[in-house]
């Protein structure tokens, strides 16, 4: 069986690389392909697969400005030559799913999320202030189409798995398709607990709006409590004039330095609404709580008491408080591990190969049928 994965973009390892990882184990021999590939940035198991990359790679400036291209996106993601492949898995966040399967394939999608920036979270992405008015009717203009595109790229899914139960509502609304959902991978071999905790709470997140990142550093300026925030992104820079002197900026650090600081934090700070968000897994892994927004998908990852604290509104006020609960709690660190192993990457390859096992089941049962009649 010959099998193509499909996946945005690579030029990091953020929480959809770790999925395509994890697929690239169970698939070996698959080809992948990607709108851009930036070969240092990926892990070595990603690049023993041979890479098939878009004419975006060959545009100006793609490496660092790609985002601005995404009007070109959904005709590089439909320009791949799919034909010969019998199983074609996408796992999109953005253009991914629209890839063009062959008719007699089956194509599933793992979908991260409908795209953000075209749904939910485009007035965090857009807001008014920052352009003029002609930008924003340009902007509205294009968005409107690429949703249009987006909802129909949707009904060539043949099927459809969410990362989340919160994804799995998410695409049905925006797409009006049933989907199943398998929980992402983390590496909870890797992500252990050990040394000696510290005094300040963590943030490990990219620095874009929707990650609400400004309520935390707000938050404990305002508090006066030690803050570390790992990640970087375009909003970097405002975030580091809201912060005071207790909010500590290291910008992307190794998996070895975010590993050794979820051993010392006192929490994970997870201010977002999220459609999963891997980090209090991991987190929980190293026997370190969360304080998470009550909302999306940190009401499947964080056990209130147990892995964490929830607060109920996206305030500072509330957000504060919430920090005073979790230093007031006490939490077992082996039963914080338990829960995370639920997340392992066995516990994902072992539900991803039975779906597609399934699959192909229903699709052979069809075909028989077909030649019966």
Same mark, same amino acid.
């Given at each position: 069986m010959r099998v193509a994965l499909v996946h945005d973009w690579l030029? #990091?390892?953020?929480? #959809?690389?770790?999925?395509?990882?994890?697929?690239?184990?169970?698939?070996?021999?698959?080809? !992948?392909h990607t709108l851009l590939c930036e070969p240092a940035k990926i892990s070595g198991t990603i690049r023993k697969h041979q890479v098939k990359v878009s004419f975006v790679q060959r545009l100006p400036g793609s490496r660092r400005w790609y985002?601005?291209?995404l009007p070109l996106f959904p005709?590089? !993601?439909e320009s791949f030559d799919l034909a010969g492949y019998d199983l074609v898995i996408s796992c999109s966040h953005c253009v991914a799913l629209g890839a063009m399967a062959p008719a007699n394939a089956l194509h599933l999608c793992y979908c991260l999320t409908p795209m953000r920036y075209a749904w939910d979270h485009f007035h965090s992405y857009f807001p008014p202030e920052r352009y003029s008015w002609p930008v924003r009717s340009m902007?509205?203009?294009w968005m409107t189409r690429l949703r249009t595109w987006d909802v129909s790229a949707a009904q060539r899914v043949g099927r459809f798995v969410g990362i989340s139960h919160f994804v799995a509502k998410r695409i049905n609304r925006h797409y009006r398709r049933e989907a199943g959902v398998i929980y992402p991978?983390?590496?909870?071999?890797?992500y252990t607990p050990g040394g000696a905790r510290g005094d300040f709470h963590l943030v490990v997140s990219a620095l874009v709006p929707y990650k609400r990142v400004d309520l935390a550093v707000t938050a404990f300026t305002e508090c006066g409590k030690p803050l570390v925030v790992i990640g970087e992104g375009p909003e970097r820079g405002r975030l580091e004039r809201l912060a005071g002197p207790t909010v500590k900026f290291l910008g992307w650090r190794s998996d070895a330095e975010v590993r050794d600081h979820y051993r010392a934090a006192r929490s994970l700070v997870f201010p977002g609404e999220e459609d999963f968000g891997i980090t209090p897994v991991e987190a929980a892994a190293c026997g370190t709580p969360t304080i998470a927004y009550m909302g999306g998908g940190a009401?499947?990852?964080?056990?209130? #008491?147990?892995? #964490?604290?929830?607060f109920p509104?996206?305030?500072?006020?509330?957000?504060?408080?919430?920090v005073e609960a979790c230093e007031a709690a006490r939490f077992d660190p082996a039963t914080m591990r338990e829960h995370a192993l639920g997340f392992s990457n066995e516990?994902?390859?072992?539900?991803?190969?039975?779906?597609?096992?399934?699959?192909?089941?229903?699709?052979?049962q069809a075909d028989l049928g077909k030649a019966a009649a």
């Open positions: 030029n #990091g390892m953020r929480g #959809g690389e770790k999925v395509l990882e994890q697929l690239c184990l169970l698939y070996p021999q698959a080809d !992948i985002r601005w291209y005709a590089a !993601i902007i509205g203009w991978p983390a590496d909870t071999d890797y009401l499947e990852t964080v056990r209130e #008491g147990i892995t #964490g604290v929830l509104e996206q305030t500072v006020a509330c957000l504060r408080h919430a516990r994902f390859r072992g539900e991803f190969e039975a779906e597609v096992a399934a699959l192909l089941a229903a699709r052979h």
